[in-house]
C-alpha cells in the first residue's frame, strides 16, 4: 500500500495550471518535494490537504480519499502549514474552542501510547511507579 498516491491530478487558476500529477510514495519511504518557485509545489500540498478543491484526479492517503471521510483522512497525515489559517479576528478563546477536539484527541492518543508502552508514570504512597509495575 502507498502512503500518498496521487493520480491525474489538475487544478487551474488564472495564469497557472496544475497539469496530470502523478505521485505514489510508497509506505516507509520519505518524498522531497521540490521544484523551481511557481512550479505547482505549494497548490500540490494544499491540495493533498483539501485546502484547495482539485478540478480533477485522485489522491489517496493510506488508500483512503477526503471523501471517504475527513477526520479518517486528516487523522493519517501529519501537517504544519507554513501559515496560520484563523480569521484575523479571531481571539484565543475562538482558537482554543476551535482546536479543542483536536487537543483532546491529541492527548488521548499519547496517554494511549504512554499506557501500552508502559512509560505512564503513577504517583502511589509517594513512591512513583512505571505504568507496566505491580
Not at 23 to 51: D, F, R, S, W
Not at 73 to 84: A, L, P, S, V
Request: net charge positive.
Amino acid at each position: 500500500m502507498n502512503a500518498l498516491e496521487i493520480k491525474n491530478l489538475n487544478k487551474t487558476f488564472d495564469g497557472f495550471e496544475l497539469k496530470n500529477i502523478n505521485l505514489e510514495l510508497p509506505k516507509g519511504y520519505i518524498l522531497g518535494y521540490v521544484g523551481q518557485n511557481g512550479a505547482g509545489k505549494t497548490t500540490t500540498i494544499k491540495l493533498i490537504m483539501n485546502q484547495l478543491k482539485k478540478d480533477s484526479g485522485v489522491i489517496k492517503v493510506f488508500g483512503k480519499s477526503y471523501e471517504d471521510g475527513e477526520e479518517v483522512y486528516k487523522d493519517m497525515i501529519g501537517f504544519i502549514g507554513d501559515e496560520c489559517y484563523f480569521p484575523i479576528n479571531f481571539t484565543l478563546k475562538d482558537v482554543i474552542s476551535t482546536l479543542k477536539d483536536f487537543i483532546l484527541h491529541l492527548m488521548k492518543v499519547n496517554l494511549m501510547i504512554m499506557l501500552k508502552n508502559g512509560t505512564f508514570l503513577i504517583r502511589k504512597n509517594k513512591r512513583i511507579f512505571k505504568g507496566n509495575e505491580s
